[in-house]
């Protein structure tokens, strides 16, 4: 029978929940959940409101995308990104979102990155 010894909820709205087995035997297994759904939804909007005129901003950066922290996990098992979540592979990470399986992290109007 498992144990949860530990459940919370980061301000990012990542559940971390520890279980084990009541003596701590060696199978314990931490679990990260988020619910990306808002991330996701907010990113649709962006999306369907996006204007070429949009594209800078004031310092000459734009947003592409919202990445919920369980896909950058994704990002760091691929080699994409560091375990600080700074892009290493700028190649790999603009061919990922160009990838029309991940259209919904988008925000702009999804013109092939790489």
């Avoid at 279980?19 to 701590?24: I, M, P």
């Avoid at 004031?58 to 691929?78: E, H, Q, T, Y």
């Avoid at 600080?84 to 988008?106: C, I, K, T």
Wanted: charged share 30%; aromatic share 8%.
């Amino acid at each position: 029978m498992s144990v949860i010894w530990l459940d919370e909820m980061t301000h990012l709205g990542v559940r971390s929940t520890l279980l084990s087995d009541a003596d701590w035997g060696p199978n314990a297994v931490i679990r990260h959940e988020q619910d990306c759904r808002a991330i996701l939804e907010q990113n649709r909007r962006e999306a369907n409101a996006w204007r070429p005129e949009m594209q800078r901003n004031a310092i000459g950066g734009r947003k592409i995308a919202s990445i919920p922290l369980v896909l950058m996990d994704w990002f760091k098992r691929w080699g994409i990104v560091d375990k600080r979540g700074r892009v290493v592979d700028e190649r790999a990470f603009m061919r990922a979102l160009s990838d029309p399986e991940l259209r919904y992290l988008r925000t702009d109007n999804g013109r092939r990155l790489a």
